[in-house]
């Protein structure tokens, strides 16, 4: 019964939601179409009561992040006017295209001034000429200049296009990437796996079967990953709700994902936005809030859920770890993919105020590694 969430409060408002409520108390999986009840009431705060209580009972009071770096090592991308979402491709000609050379990253690398990055996050575009060897000698070079520093990077977009420029195989293109310091992958680029949606939003790109298929490949040999979701455009929770249930079902298979973080949409500065007639339609926090509670509840396998301040703001961020969230994102220093759309939020957050949000909203800040391993308990 609900009854059971608080002895004195029954936290859930919409009587649609209560069957849902009573199925994870029994402690059942959700379904599909109880997945869409979520996505389709308004009770926010019902849900985020469930959700918390799912947080809380893998995490107690306790909220992960680590000291990153975000690096985009090029903007220019193959698939610049098949994205429609996208603000920060380029095509190699165009204004504003750039490429860094390994000097130029090791440089940007240097550039985090409130503590010790811990970890590395490289994605980029689907640059036409850019072999292998690039990503494998910058890889070597960072962990060089940086011992011990983990590197979380490339997306499966990313490494099937490599594996394609290589005429190699994924397995083949990972074990390179492993060989050079990779340790994990983020989870970017699966968007939203249904066909319809893909067909509108990223016509030709790697499709939901082959970005599982990476993923997949890659828990195989032991490198863990992320994975994500990219809401508020033309999807609907039928759309989500498979989403979800097939990363879940590679989480039961695998064991491999390490962390969901749903990602919001944003329209400035993209095609999607300003002539397919999204521009003033970015989320609110309401949806933000929503995403971050039923990813909880839905991947009731994958052991973290994360909150992506860049996007959705740093006060909303704040308020998701009261609803199922155990994980923000971290200090970033460079943050170019959003802000190429419209992010408003500033580029960097210091390592001092990502303690005091977190001490904020009464949680434990853990500073972790890429991997979980935890560095520095602020109890
Ligand atoms: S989303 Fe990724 S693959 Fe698509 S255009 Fe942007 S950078 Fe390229």
Redesign the pocket.
């Known amino acids: 019964m609900a009854t059971a969430l608080h002895a004195d409060a029954d936290p859930i408002a919409d009587e649609a939601l209560r069957p849902v409520a009573e199925k994870l108390l029994a402690g059942e999986r959700l379904d599909a179409a109880d997945i869409v009840t979520c996505y389709e009431s308004h009770d926010v705060v019902g849900l985020g009561a469930l959700a918390e209580r799912a947080n809380r009972a893998k995490h107690g009071d306790r909220v992960f992040f680590a000291a990153n770096q975000h690096i985009n090592p090029t903007n220019v991308?193959v698939?610049?006017n098949?994205?429609v979402f996208?603000s920060?491709?380029r095509l190699p000609k165009e204004e504003g295209a750039y490429t860094r050379t390994i000097e130029e990253v090791l440089q940007e690398a240097g550039g985090a001034k409130s503590a010790p990055t811990r970890e590395f996050h490289i994605v980029g575009?689907?640059h036409p000429n850019l072999p292998l060897q690039y990503y494998t000698d910058m890889m070597r070079a960072l962990r060089e200049a940086h011992p011990g520093v983990h590197i979380k990077a490339l997306t499966a977009?990313e490494i099937a296009h490599l594996a394609r420029l290589e005429k190699s195989s994924i397995r083949e293109v990972l074990l390179a990437l492993r060989d050079a310091g990779l340790t994990s992958l983020p989870g970017g680029?699966a968007e939203v796996f249904s066909t319809a949606v893909r067909a509108t939003i990223?016509d030709r790109?790697l499709v939901g079967e082959e970005w599982i298929a990476v993923h997949r490949e890659a828990h195989t040999l032991g490198i863990p990953s992320n994975c994500t979701m990219l809401y508020g455009h033309v999807e609907t929770a039928q759309d989500k709700a498979e989403h979800l249930l097939t990363l879940r079902a590679l989480q039961d298979e695998t064991g491999g994902f390490l962390t969901y973080i749903p990602l919001a949409y944003h329209p400035d500065h993209n095609e999607l936005g300003t002539q397919m007639g999204w521009v003033g339609r970015q989320t609110m926090g309401i949806d933000d809030l929503k995403n971050v509670a039923i990813g909880r509840l839905a991947l009731d396998n994958i052991p973290h859920v994360k909150t992506h301040w860049p996007m959705v703001t740093a006060f909303v961020s704040q308020v998701a770890l009261d609803f199922g969230c155990d994980d923000i994102e971290g200090t970033v220093v460079y943050e170019r993919v959003y802000h190429e759309a419209g992010a408003e939020t500033p580029m960097e957050m210091s390592y001092e105020a990502l303690i005091r949000l977190i001490q904020g909203a009464g949680k434990v800040p853990v500073e972790r590694d890429s991997l979980y391993n935890v560095v520095r308990t602020f109890d």
Do not use: E, I, W
Request: with cysteine.
């Open positions: 991308c698939l610049r098949v994205c996208c920060f491709a575009g689907l977009v680029g990223a790109k």
